[in-house]
Each structure stands twice: as structure tokens, then as C-alpha cells.
């Protein structure tokens, strides 16, 4: 099992900036890849970005790239989501989540991601 804390959610007003954190405990080494989603009311759960043990990384949608940025600690099982150029379409509940045994390679599928965090509230007021 993985056990995943997500955090840094929080009010901002149009164009600031959030830093997300996402803390992974328990049997990380079972999870190549740390991700972030997003769900916004009304709307299905959507891919931001995800990184992977060797470093790779990717952020999805081109409304968020170029303003959304996933990091890695050195130490696997802690992740960042630097949030910048923040708008009010960006306001959603933010999800670290983590990919299952198995799973070797980069992944945007929700399927792959079997640990989920519970869940930090991003709100960007106009």
C-alpha cells in the first residue's frame, strides 16, 4: 500500500502562484510515477502532470503547460506542483496520485494511478 498527502492547496487571486506538495509513504518503491489531477465541480477528473523515479516528467493539457511545473525530490516519494499564472479555470480539488505495480512507464490513463491523496483544494478568485 501507498499512502499519499497532498497539500498547499489555498485561496489566490488571478495570476499568483501555488506550490503544491504531495508527501508518498508506505511501499513507494511499488510506484514508478507521482502525478497530479485535477477535478473541477461539474467536470472529470483530469491529468496535470506526473514525473517518474528516473525524472522524467510531463504536464498535459496546453492551458497548463508553460504555467504548471512538477519537481521531484532527490529522495523518491515526495513531489512538488509549482502552479504560476494562476486563473480562475484552474480552481479544482488537486489530487496526487501514484501509479500501481506494474506500471514501468509514464502514464496520463487514471487507471494506472492506484493511490490517490486525498485531495487539496486549489480556489483562484477573479
Known amino acids: 500500500q501507498v499512502q499519499l498527502v497532498d497539500s498547499g492547496g489555498g485561496v489566490v487571486h488571478t495570476g499568483g502562484s501555488l506550490k503544491l506538495s504531495c508527501v508518498a509513504s508506505?511501499?513507494?518503491?511499488?510506484?514508478?510515477?507521482l502525478g497530479w489531477f485535477r477535478q473541477a465541480p461539474g467536470k472529470e477528473r483530469e491529468f496535470v502532470a506526473a514525473?517518474?523515479?528516473?525524472?522524467?516528467?510531463?504536464v498535459g493539457e496546453e492551458n497548463m503547460k508553460g504555467r504548471f511545473l512538477i519537481s521531484k525530490d532527490v529522495t523518491w516519494g515526495t513531489v512538488y506542483l509549482q502552479m504560476n499564472s494562476l486563473n480562475p479555470e484552474d480552481t479544482a480539488v488537486y489530487y496526487c496520485?501514484?501509479?500501481?505495480?506494474?506500471?514501468?512507464?509514464?502514464?496520463?490513463?487514471?487507471?494506472?494511478?492506484?493511490?490517490w491523496g486525498q485531495g487539496t483544494q486549489v480556489t483562484v478568485s477573479s
Open positions: 508506505g511501499s513507494i518503491s511499488d510506484s514508478y510515477v
Open positions: 514525473i517518474s523515479r528516473s525524472g522524467t516528467s510531463m
Open positions: 496520485a501514484a501509479t500501481g505495480r506494474g506500471i514501468m512507464g509514464m502514464t496520463v490513463r487514471l487507471d494506472q494511478y492506484k493511490y
